[in-house]
């Protein structure tokens, strides 16, 4: 069983590696050991100083399998994106031509850069090292956070947004990019996407500001706008599967899709429970799997089986309470993996 729990600073350097292991297109998780080093201090420091209202903070958790100690995945939440480095997105638009004298009327789609100065929350650097993608895991680490954020909902924008990676070949080509970015910034792929990272003002330098008339793309670039990297569908079908839908947005570099939900609409959110807990079970308990969590500041969660008990909270496995750091007494946060499920 693994344990997702926020980040720590002795994790850089298996974070480190992780990065390195992820491939191009996932800026949450940059091949930077520097990068990374802020990450974690900013998350540590919006762990320790809690906003009441969101401005920009970061919460880094990380996929441990506790036998082995071994980090084995990432996910974390921005709550809120824009202020001092603004959000910056294509909006897929039309635009609309006609001639009297020819008897012709054109609709031409067009990609218009949209900047955001006060956006809404962000999920994103979900990464999962491919012989943990199994047994739920993958739902897990992006399911927890609408928990975690409905726990907290002070420090998150009631929006989230999620950008999903877009299509980037293996030696980090991006079709889209080659097509149009590249032609601007004079740079490849991968070191645009680090250097976003880093700083997001030579976007506001160097990005044109009138609408991109899609059809004068070439194909191969067309094709990809919209489009997600064959790895990260599953990642989207889960989210659609909870409520996200298109955002009518793409990302600036790659073209991936960006999609959005409110937090009430979040099917985890809508069918998660909170009760005391009743009992530690060392036998089997017979349930569907849930995402169980500790309702703290040290917000943890795991994979587990929950019962109701009938006049004393819920019990659950010996197991999920002990990676959880759970105690007869505490609050419990648990709600179903999947549709359709009641606990017993």
């Not at 994103?124 to 491919?130: A, K, M, Q």
């Not at 975690?148 to 980037?168: D, Q, S």
């Not at 019990?315 to 505490?330: C, M, S, T, W, Y």
Request: hydrophobic share 40%.
């Amino acid at each position: 069983m693994e344990v997702i729990r926020p980040v720590r600073e002795e994790d850089l350097e298996q974070l480190v590696e992780l990065a390195h292991s992820a491939g191009f297109g996932l800026t949450s998780l940059p091949k930077d050991e520097e990068l990374l080093a802020r990450r974690v201090r900013h998350s540590l420091r919006s762990f320790q100083f809690p906003a009441d209202e969101p401005g920009g903070e970061l919460y880094l958790f990380v996929m441990e399998d506790p036998q082995k100690q071994r980090i084995v995945g990432t996910s974390c939440i921005v709550s809120k994106v824009g202020g001092f480095q603004p959000f910056y997105a294509y909006r897929i638009q039309s635009s609309s031509h006609s001639s009297k004298t020819l008897n012709i009327r054109k609709t031409v789609p067009t990609l218009t850069l949209e900047t955001q100065h006060s956006g809404p929350c962000e999920i994103g650097g979900l990464f999962l090292v491919p012989e943990y993608r199994k047994r739920g895991n993958g739902r897990l680490l992006s399911l927890f956070r609408f928990l975690f954020i409905a726990e907290f909902r002070e420090r998150f924008e009631p929006v989230i947004i999620a950008e999903m990676r877009g299509v980037v070949h293996d030696d980090g080509r991006s079709p889209f990019w080659e097509a149009l970015g590249r032609h601007f910034f004079d740079m490849d792929f991968p070191k645009a996407d680090y250097l976003s990272v880093k700083d997001k003002r030579f976007i506001a330098d160097l990005m044109p500001r009138c609408p991109i008339y899609i059809p004068l793309l070439p194909p191969e670039a067309q094709e990809v706008i919209g489009q997600v990297h064959p790895s990260t569908r599953p990642a989207l079908r889960m989210l659609e599967s909870e409520g996200f839908r298109s955002s009518g947005m793409v990302d600036i570099f790659e073209a991936g899709p960006i999609v959005m939900a409110r937090v009430d609409d979040i099917r985890v959110v809508r069918e998660s429970l909170k009760a005391p807990l009743g009992a530690v079970r060392a036998e089997p308990i017979d349930s569907s799997d849930y995402i169980v969590a500790n309702p703290r500041e040290d917000f943890r969660a795991c994979l587990g089986s929950v019962k109701i008990l009938s006049d004393s909270g819920v019990g659950v496995n010996r197991q999920a309470a002990e990676f959880l750091e759970l105690h007869p007494g505490d609050r419990v946060l648990f709600s179903p993996v999947k549709a359709g499920t009641t606990p017993n």
